[in-house]
Structures are given as structure tokens and as C-alpha cells.
């Protein structure tokens, strides 16, 4: 008989707490599916956590700030300030008339080699607009 009655109390308490269970995850709504909860890729294009942000966008990345483009060959023409503080730094075979020649020269990029002359100062200064 006490045996019979052990069983069944073991029954009812599973039950209720059962049913108790049964009563939170009701409370709670939708089941809580197992969720990223950080931006776990920061290049991939994609909201991983899905809270509305997308890679440097969201606060988890942590981002450099963008930066600006390489000194453009009319920059630096028109900057003949920092041209000159710079170009004296450019190794061989620029030499700061040559490189001055090319950041004006008028022709194509190819033939006036603008855009190297602009590479070359902007190895040397880091250069960004
Ligand atoms: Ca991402
Ligand atoms: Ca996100």
C-alpha cells in the first residue's frame, strides 16, 4: 500500500511539474530557439545576429574607420606644400622634378605615369583624401 502510494505521489509531483513547465514555456510565447547573439562575421555582408545591423554597422564589430582613398595625382599637385616635404623622400629613379612632371603631365596615364608618381609620394606619406 505505501509502495502503491510512493508511486502514485511520484506521479503526481512529475505531473505538476509538468505541467508547471509547461505553463513558463507558454509564458514565454515562442520557443527561444538557440540564437547568435553577436555579429559574428564582420565582412560577410549579412546581419548574423539579426538585430537589424550588418557587419561594421553593428556595435559588435569592432570597425576600423573607413579609410579615405590614396592621394590622387591632382592632390597632390595642388598641394605642392606637402609635394615638396614628400617627394625628397621618394627613392630612386624619382627625383621631385620628375615626379612634379608627371603629376601635370597632360598626356595619358599611361604615357605620364601620374598615377605612379602619386603611388610613390603616397608610399612615402601615407597620403589619404
Ligand atoms: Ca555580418
Ligand atoms: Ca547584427
Avoid at 561594421?56 to 595625382?73: A, I, L, Q, R
Avoid at 608627371?102 to 609620394?121: E, I, P, Q, V
Wanted: charged share 15%; net charge neutral.
Amino acid at each position: 500500500m505505501s509502495k502503491k502510494k510512493g508511486v502514485s505521489l511520484g506521479l503526481a509531483a512529475g505531473l505538476a511539474l509538468f505541467v508547471l513547465a509547461l505553463g513558463l514555456f507558454s509564458l514565454q510565447g515562442t520557443p527561444v530557439v538557440a540564437q547568435v547573439s553577436t555579429e559574428t562575421n564582420c565582412t560577410n555582408g549579412l546581419d548574423d545576429d539579426k538585430d537589424g545591423f550588418i557587419d561594421c554597422f553593428d556595435t559588435d564589430c569592432k570597425c576600423e574607420p573607413p579609410k579615405g582613398t590614396p592621394c590622387s595625382p591632382g592632390y597632390w599637385k595642388n598641394h605642392l606644400t606637402a609635394f615638396n616635404a614628400t617627394c625628397v623622400q621618394v627613392p630612386s629613379p624619382w627625383t621631385c622634378p620628375a615626379l612634379l612632371t608627371a603629376l601635370t603631365c597632360k598626356g595619358s596615364d599611361a604615357n605620364c605615369k601620374r598615377s605612379a608618381a602619386a603611388a610613390a609620394l603616397n608610399a612615402i606619406s601615407g597620403c589619404t583624401e
